[in-house]
């Protein structure tokens, strides 16, 4: 039979008080869901712009229902009160503020993000074991890791193994629809049958899919509450699962194709890809019901609270508070006092030709709008009265979406070159007006093959500092942290790109543009 105190404890670890919110305990305990709020906040743009990290917003609910699900059966608080402690918290702390300033600059560099959030792991791991020692930090841990779910592959690692998965589930593929007696070749992430090319892209080669099973497999492991290697072969299973519904995905993709023809292909696409997603999140809560285990669990003895009680100063949880209001404060104050000459340029969007002959209205691919991270992307092709074929996009970006030099690091050079095209000049800067603007154009000639094409890229700054010095802005950490530095950052940018095939000479291209800008420039 429990003592007075065994039972009160009891009481006291399953029991929830409304006087506890007004401790320093419980305002120290805010201000650190404060800080992961703030990771949170600046993720939800890629979670709101790439398709594949939609799941982000469903991490921070799942994370804080595993943290309340720990909370009963907590072992007895062994608090460390060691001074020294305050060192690594004050540092982690501290790291927030630079870590503001690059982000504020570089929304959309991943980098920060997994420094961010392995500092927010650390600062809670020193919060839990000041509170309840070293057995909190192992009870806790993880549920708290799994908030790092959420934040977005390393760009380097996410196109190694989205390349990686189209190319296997192509290969795979080929075998299959081979034994189905339908002739096919493998060309890179490409499929060649009798009826046309298939293409598998990300969506195809179950990189979002496997995204959110794994997450969805941590969540059950941790909800189970699974050894170390039952989570391992759930995790196992979850890549499995996915890969194999991705192969029956593309394989019936490729059969129809092969008997219905490719309009009848891609009416399918999507209902069979949701189709895939419906199979595979049910198929993984079915793993983890199997791999339950079937003993029932021997309920533990309660246990009576030990070491000294848990208390928290108040300065400290005063000073978490404040910090979480000097970081963004410090972080805008910085940029503002840069931006202060910047003047609001004149605004202006495209007027696409729409009754030119053969005028088309093009579609920017998913993969490539979700690198750009741009608001409002067009693209379109026509041809004129005399015969010149033009082609062209317009991208915009609202202020602080992206870092500033995003859209120069996109240039011609590099888009058409990844397309097979040879520069063979490079006629640098010129400006070329309509309607009142001043339009700067970098004219460079590509050969695609017989043919040369005249690519004109125009970067407009919605508010161009005066008397900014230019950057070096290629996406390198140098230059990133060089734009920290300057106070630079994304105030609204706009590209133009227009390519067009006829004219052979430097002049007669640029006379030909400038020729049609008043009708393709609209001011607002």
Known sequence: MPTPLMAGDVQERTSFSWKWLWSDHALLM??????????FKLLSTDWDLDPQYNYGYLVPLLGASLLWRRWPDRPPANPALTPWLILPIGGLLLLQLPLSLIGEANPEWRMVYWIAGFQ??????????????????????????FMLVAIPWPSGWESWIIQGLMRFVAGVTINTVGWLGIPAVQHGNLIQISAGVVGIDEACSGVRSLQSALMVSLFLGEMQRFSWWRRGCLLIASLLLVLVANVGRTTTLVWLAAHAGLPEMQAWHDTIGTAVMVLVLPGLVGLAWLMQSRTPPVAAPPVAASGSPVTTPRWLAVAVLAWLVVVPVTTEAWYRQHERGAIPAPQWSVAWPVTSPNFKKNVIPENMLAMLRCANSQAAQWTDESGNQWSGFFLQWNPGKNSA???AGHSPDICIRAI?????????????????????????????????IHVFNCLWSDRPAAHQTALLEDGSPASRLVAVMA???????KVLEIIVQGPDSKAGAEALLQSQLPSLIQRD
């Open 30 to 39: 805010i201000g650190l869901a404060g800080c992961w709020f703030q990771l």
């Open 120 to 145: 927010l792991t650390a600062l809670t791991g020193c919060f839990l074991y000041r509170w309840g020692g070293l057995k909190w930090v192992w009870h806790f841990g993880p549920a708290v890791l």
């Open 405 to 407: 030099q995003l859209a």
């Open 420 to 452: 097979g095209g040879k520069l063979i000049d490079d006629f640098g800067k010129v400006t070329l007006t309509a309607n009142g603007l001043a339009l700067p154009f970098w004219h460079l000639t590509f050969q695609t093959g017989s043919k040369v």
């Open 487 to 493: 106070g630079k950052r994304n105030l609204g940018q």
